[in-house]
């Protein structure tokens, strides 16, 4: 089933959906293994994987650093694509990856699609191609049905949203503010305007991310967004408590 | 540059969505420049009353006559304000802050160069100015950082990664990214998404059309060859630019060879067989990274050349065959370094001394009756710690210890 309809689905039954984000290889696998089984235990709705990159240009301090202390513990995209595998194996939501450009391009797109299908990925977050750039990269996700997440910014037209809701599936993921992740969000008027500017733009179900760290954030976002992403957070959880530190945090969102 | 911004293969803009509205605007500003002879003339009013423009081309007679082959000419950007041909890019695109009224820059700096002119260029045109450098960079050339923290700029040492330019990069584009409303990055060279390669190697290109007009005068004719350094690739460019019309003129860019092509410590991008293709940092291009995609550290003795990508215009020249690429090792660069102080009372940049490294392997090739030009992209004396370093000179030495003490005595 595609993306888009899986998280229609499931919205049925709930006010808003919960995205995580985890970092591959971050602290270890084994440690991701569990952090995804507490996150899958507890209700998580879909989690996005983090290929680490050596120059991760739009993330914040937090994410950065687990991306280059993967990187040093030895990481490889192999890796991350085994992984990535049995998870979307072993648990029945929907698992995406998250990652820059060069890595799909170095690995050759049209072998990485391939294998992404065939291990049931369900779409692709990749913040620095752009549709402009993305041209056979956009086709080939339409060929093998993974589907390619689009960015909103705070930045972007209104003329610019429709462009891009033209080339998204599954949903699009709108970044809460200006910046790099991890840091805390404002949720007031502007804030508002703006996930209303979204709303008109598109169809497609909307995910909000950057900066959402608590309960109280996502009850903002109830009735305004589809789906809550939590990035950063949890992976200063993982490194402040440990892995175990996860699940009762996640249950107390919702 | 296509619509889309590629030069042949290479280039584009590998942007983040937060950025596409800015850059649309930066794109609209530039080719308006581009189409107004008037800002032409104002760049040039700017760099012959506040730099030191046209900068001269210098005649070296005891190098040409040592080595019996060429006759030597230097273009001497080391005599541009703030010491290198930075200031070129840096004051062009300072109108251009102007014109789009952002009241904020920020830049990345390698060798500390690009910081300088940009430092510099904030205080004259009032603008605020917060500058990203690798840590190992800050270490590498400190004079640079007290004079950017004296003219008013906030030198930020970046901790991640190498510790170098490209990682200087990353942390300017997350300022950017942050503040895009009121700030615009002062790309340093010719990389970078789009417009930026274009559009730094417009600004450079003065250096090589005041060179040919120089040369024509000083020689008769064009040269057989012109030689420049190659780091992210902006002075190449800006000399490269005006010669790419003549076509007897071989271009020739010298990598930092480090300790030897073979050694996995060097930034050879086009001249060996370590790098390639990628898109990093905004832009399609030949990049030093492994088998993943994940980028190398790289080594140079100077800085301004130690990073992992290439200019994409060079990129499409080199697969073109339309310049040549060489590469010097930190051994080479020092020995021609200290030639052309002996010989020539001249100083140039660790960086520069790479394209002149290039340059003395085969002017004893060619006829008297030729000339070839290097370009001395920068002065050397910023280096100053690392050259005395790499000379272990002993009074210098001696004159360090004494200070420190001084110091910590205090």
Redesign the interface.
């Known amino acids: 089933m595609q993306l888009e309809q899986q998280l229609r689905n499931k919205r049925k039954g709930k006010d808003i959906l919960l995205m995580t984000h985890i970092v591959l290889g971050y602290p270890s696998f084994d440690a991701n293994r569990e952090v995804i089984r507490q996150m899958v235990d507890n209700g998580v709705d879909c989690i996005e994987m983090q290929i680490p ?6 993330d ?1 301090p937090v994410i ?2 687990a991306n ?1 202390d993967s ?1 040093a513990a030895g990481t ?2 192999e890796d991350c694509l085994a992984f990535g595998a049995e998870m979307a194996e072993t648990y029945d939501i929907p698992f995406l990856y998250m990652t ?4 799909i ?3 050759g797109e049209e072998p990485f699609f391939q294998r992404a299908a065939e291990s049931g990925i369900q779409g692709f977050i990749i ?4 549709p ?2 993305g041209e056979s990269f956009l086709a080939l996700a339409d060929r093998y049905q993974v589907a390619p997440i ?8 209104n003329e ?1 949203m429709r462009e ?1 809701a033209g080339y998204g599936r599954g949903f699009i993921y709108c ?1 809460a503010r ?3 992740t991890g840091k805390k969000s404002e949720f007031g008027q502007d804030f508002n305007d703006y996930l209303n500017r979204c709303r008109e733009a598109t169809t497609l179900p909307l995910a909000v991310g950057f900066g959402i760290q608590s309960r109280e954030d996502i009850e903002v976002l109830k009735g305004k967004a589809d789906m809550a992403v939590i990035g950063s957070r949890t992976i200063r959880l993982v490194d402040s408590e440990g892995p175990e530190a996860v699940g009762p945090f996640i249950a107390g969102l919702r | 540059m296509d619509k889309k911004g590629f030069f042949g293969n290479w280039g584009g803009a590998y942007i983040p969505e937060v950025l596409y509205q800015t850059f649309q605007e930066l794109q609209k500003e530039y080719d308006r420049c581009r189409q107004d002879p008037a800002f032409w003339e104002e760049y040039l009013t700017l760099m012959s009353t506040y730099s030191c423009r046209p900068t001269p081309l210098t005649h070296a007679e005891n190098l040409s006559n040592y080595f019996g082959g060429a006759q030597i000419y230097i273009k001497r950007e080391d005599l541009n304000h703030t010491g290198a041909h930075k200031a070129n890019n840096v004051m062009g695109q300072g109108l251009l802050v102007k014109r789009m009224g952002k009241k904020r820059v920020i830049a990345e700096t390698g060798a500390g160069q690009h910081g300088m002119a940009t430092a510099t260029m904030a205080a004259k045109f009032g603008l605020e100015c917060t500058i990203y450098m690798g840590e190992e960079d800050v270490l590498r050339q400190r004079p640079n950082v007290f004079w950017m923290e004296k003219m008013g700029a906030t030198v930020i040492p970046v901790k991640d990664g190498s510790r170098t330019l490209k990682d200087a990069i990353n942390e300017a584009f997350r300022d950017w990214v942050t503040n895009v409303d009121d700030t615009h990055y002062v790309f340093g060279t010719a990389c970078g998404p789009a417009p930026f390669p274009e559009m730094v190697s417009w600004f450079q290109s003065i250096i090589g059309i005041e060179a040919a007009e120089q040369i024509m005068k000083y020689h008769g004719k064009m040269p057989a060859k012109v030689y420049a350094c190659v780091g992210g690739g902006s002075n190449a460019m800006g000399i490269f630019k005006r010669f790419l019309e003549e076509k007897d003129v071989e271009l020739v860019g010298v990598e930092a060879g480090g300790h030897g092509a073979d050694s996995g410590a060097h930034a050879i991008r086009l001249n060996g067989g370590d790098a390639s293709p990628g898109v990093a940092q905004g832009y399609k291009t030949m990049f030093l990274q492994d088998e993943d995609g994940q980028m190398k550290h790289t080594h140079s003795v100077a800085a301004g050349l130690d990073y992992v990508g290439v200019s994409p215009i060079l990129s499409d020249l080199w697969e073109k065959k339309q310049v040549r690429f060489e590469s010097a090792t930190d051994d080479e660069v020092m020995k021609a370094l200290d030639l052309t102080m002996k010989k020539e009372g001249i100083i140039p940049a660790l960086e520069s001394s790479h394209a002149f490294a290039g340059a003395f392997r085969e002017v004893a090739n060619l006829s008297a009756d030729d000339a070839i030009i290097i370009n001395q992209s920068g002065r050397g004396d910023k280096d100053i710690f690392t050259i005395a370093h790499a000379f272990a000179d002993p009074s210098w030495k001696k004159f360090i210890i004494d200070r420190g003490k001084e110091y910590s005595a205090q």
């Open positions: 990159f050596s120059e991760p240009m739009a914040g950065l650093k280059q990187l490889k995209v820059y450009y060069n890595i391009f170095k690995y913040p620095d191609l752009p402009e750039m689009l960015i909103f910014a705070p930045t972007s037209t610019r891009l970044a200006r910046g790099v």
